[in-house]
């Protein structure tokens, strides 16, 4: 039998690339299983991006070459952005796996694993890729059937001084409104409720082709032409975000009050050195926009400590600006040199204990901030989309605010009512908790307009 157990790792824009295998796999009669042991193909889509996701997937491999082990006749197949940057480097580091296949090609996934076996079993074009999906591309969707993703980009070309996403996903590529309005419709036929737009950074799209940027017309297209309640917008870039989106946002309200805008730092010198093209002032000024525009507007950014150069002031600023700005949802992680990357070449490392020190730091300021915001919820009513059962107890359900992402974010643990995953509904929130919420459903009738 043509069985297929599937690993996608990293970020949605991966999990959108595993879905096309997935179709492309089970239109040529593979069945997908739950456990290894049962696969005659194990696939790992990887990610690429830093050296710990790198890591992560090595572990991810060898753990499944152990059933090849147990019946050589297993094929290991290894896609991704890690086949795209290392390239034939991983032949003698991963002897295990029987196909390496990159960016360009993994669409026709079926096809390879259809061919006699070829003479090297690496398919990758060296560089960036330059392969861009369109709405002629199926997809199986792996998400829940009331939530998806829409990869409206491919690459990017802000060229960050840490970043490897240009040399490995290649230069910016957007697809057209007319095309992602076509996977919009089929995707609200198939029963998405939240539709999450993604790419490295969503101001820039359209900016390759017009030299002019688009998001605006496109969301305007996709809310005129579609009936889906809830639009997402993941990944922003700082410098970029208009008023006219702002003015979009807050007349729409299907789409949600809810922003993911990677700061990466606040301190200038720091800002300077990573090559991103705005400074505090100008973080400063988008924030007052935003609550100018989006007065209650979940606002989520990413910090990086410990890049070359930095130093405890710096920091210290970064702890000074949380507190001033109050955001809703940070990440934090810490900085680790990428090969090929320009940063990697930097001055003025810091030392593993103090990235590791001022990353606790970070995060024990941002918790605090958290665990006081989450509070104003409490009393209120929320729209709320249903998961399902909580991976924390079966005995309750769990769902989404508006300000929580799907995925990166809390979730709103469900204590009284019944409903079904997907059903959009209104919750009391009855508790607050750093990161999550608790509430009671009162009503199934919800107006997600």
Not at 42 to 49: A, I
Not at 123 to 150: C, E, H, K, Q, W
Not at 255 to 264: C, H
Not at 288 to 305: E, F, I, N, S
Request: hydrophobic share 40%.
């Amino acid at each position: 039998m043509k069985t297929l157990y599937l690993v996608s790792l990293g970020c949605p824009k991966n999990l959108v690339d595993s879905e096309v295998m997935l179709a492309a796999l089970e239109r040529d009669g593979y069945e997908t299983v739950e456990q290894p042991e049962d696969a005659s193909v194990l696939l790992v889509n990887t990610c690429g991006f830093i050296q710990p996701a790198v890591e992560e997937a090595i572990d991810v491999i060898l753990e499944l070459a152990a059933c090849k082990e147990l019946n050589p006749a297993v094929r290991l197949v290894v896609t991704g952005c890690m086949v795209q940057r290392y390239g034939r480097s991983l032949l003698d580091e991963l002897p295990e796996v029987d196909l390496f296949v990159g960016l360009d090609d993994f669409p026709r996934i079926n096809q390879m694993l259809a061919a006699p076996a070829a003479p090297s079993n690496l398919t990758v074009n060296p560089g960036g890729a330059t392969y861009v999906m369109d709405s002629s591309v199926t997809r199986r969707i792996a998400t829940p059937f009331f939530r998806s993703y829409l990869k409206i980009t491919e690459g990017c070309d802000n060229r960050c001084a840490y970043c490897m996403i240009p040399s490995i996903r290649g230069r910016l590529r957007s697809r057209t409104k007319s095309d992602l309005l076509v996977e919009t419709k089929a995707l609200e036929r198939s029963g998405v409720l939240e539709l999450s737009l993604i790419a490295q950074d969503l101001t820039a799209y359209g900016t390759d082709r017009t030299g002019e940027k688009d998001l605006v017309n496109l969301l305007s297209v996709l809310l005129k032409e579609t009936g889906i309640p809830w639009f997402r917008l993941l990944y922003l870039y700082p410098a970029s975000v208009t008023d006219d989106l702002l003015q979009l946002m807050a007349e729409q309200k299907r789409l949600l009050p809810y922003l993911d805008i990677p700061f990466q730092h606040v301190s200038d010198p720091v800002l300077t050195r990573m090559n991103r093209h705005y400074d505090r002032t100008s973080l400063d000024d988008l924030i007052d926009r935003v609550r100018r525009y989006l007065p209650g507007c979940a606002l989520r950014t990413t910090l990086m400590v410990g890049f070359p150069g930095e130093t405890e002031q710096d920091v210290d600023l970064m702890a000074e600006a949380l507190l001033a700005w109050r955001l809703e949802h940070v990440g934090v992680f810490q900085y680790q040199d990428e090969e090929g990357s320009p940063a990697a070449t930097f001055s003025g490392k810091v030392a593993e204990e103090a990235k590791v020190d001022r990353y606790q730091r970070i995060m024990g300021v941002q918790a605090a901030i958290s665990a006081e915001l989450q509070q104003r919820y409490v009393g209120g009513v929320e729209p709320v989309l249903i998961e399902g059962v909580s991976e924390e107890s079966d005995l309750l359900l769990e769902g989404r605010t508006r300000f929580q992402a799907p995925e990166i974010d809390g979730c709103v643990y469900i204590t009284a009512g019944e409903v079904r995953p997907g059903d959009i509904v209104a919750v009391r929130i009855t508790e607050a908790h750093t990161y999550d919420l608790v509430g009671e459903v009162i009503s199934k009738k919800i107006n997600v307009e």
